[in-house]
């Protein structure tokens, strides 16, 4: 019994001693990663049209509307990084507009964007009166994710799918043309 | 003259904004309100075939394209389940289709949807629109997906499409039950007064 007791100790003091030494190593990641620090946003729709409307007018905005939980979106997520670091010089930018439930940003969502490393800017709208928002985004959207506009002062075109590289490239040229 | 120019610039944004109207590439097929909704056989999570033409004594129906898979859809499994608890005696009983693909989301195929709703103790039948064509004819793009039918001579009528209520985080906080307020509409005879929402849901697995 006594040597059950010791046992057990020495397991739990283990495992309490790597506990913290992965807290240790994950804060050290900490630092890298910009979406593990505090400051990854989150926005009702409000705060969200700033995104909508192009901030700088000379730029192509391509924005992805995606999900944790939502596998096509994740699989598609890489495309969207590419596109972001290939036209970084040629005035685009990609946001990432995450709908991910807000229960689980800390637990699904940071991890993921530290996972995964992420270099678009990620921002997470919260807003649950999707009746009012969805329809200004695009009228034809039925609320489907994975979801994607892209716009520039000379036009904007809305897409209810996924992409592979190829197919979103293609679409991005049609913005770059003129 | 300043006045002019102000009306100058809107009138020329305006003609901007239309010369290059929002194209896109979703589809726009399925019903529309007033469009007679399709029967269907389809396999329950019982092994029994279901058809709308089998409910003999109902008003209508709560046809809702759900999963197992989707937060979305998990999100309002009680709410479903609410929804039939409260409607089916008065002639709206929930119809629950699943209509993902299984060998993309294998969490949706048949002996997880019995598992699911035993665990639920679901009421109402769930089914497997196994040929995935049910749900295109519907329109159907998202779980959950919800269409009210309203049986009439010429068939069974859409009236309302689109989401349950205005909040899927949480139940107590939900200000407008956009599908008990239409089934109540149609029970009393009135017009559907909000017949069309828009909510965020999980893309249909083709």
Known sequence: ?178 | MKKIFKLTLVLVVIITVSAFTTKTNSTDSGYKIGDVATDFELENIDGNVVSLSDFEDAKGFIVVFTCNTCPYAVAYEDRVQGLNKKYADLGYPVIAIMPNNTTVKPGDNMEAMKTRAKEKGFTFPYLMDAGQDIYPQYGATKTPHVYVLQKEQKGNVVKYIGAIDDNYQDANAVKTKYVEDAVDALLNNKEVKINETKAIGCSIKV
């Open chain 1, 1 to 178: 019994m006594k040597h059950l007791f010791l046992i057990l100790t020495f397991t739990f003091f283990g495992f309490g001693n790597q506990y913290i030494s992965l807290l240790n190593s994950n804060q050290i990641k900490i630092v890298d990663a910009p979406y593990l620090k505090q400051d990854l946003k989150i926005v009702d729709f409000d705060g969200l049209e700033q995104y909508l409307a192009a901030k700088d007018k000379s730029k192509t905005y391509v924005i992805n509307f995606w999900a944790t939980w939502c596998a096509p979106c994740v699989k598609e997520l890489p495309y969207f990084e590419q596109l972001n670091t290939t036209y970084a010089d040629k005035k685009v930018e990609v946001i990432l507009v995450s709908l991910d439930f807000p229960k689980q940003i800390e637990s699904k969502l940071k991890p993921f964007l530290l996972k995964n490393k992420l270099k678009s800017e990620v921002v997470v709208l919260n807003d649950v009166d999707a009746n009012t928002w969805i329809p200004k985004v695009d009228k034809n959207w039925s609320g489907a994710i994975p979801a994607t506009l892209i716009y520039n002062t000379q036009k904007t075109v809305f897409y209810e799918q996924s992409f592979d590289y190829i197919a979103l490239e293609t679409e991005l040229k049609q913005f770059l043309k003129q």
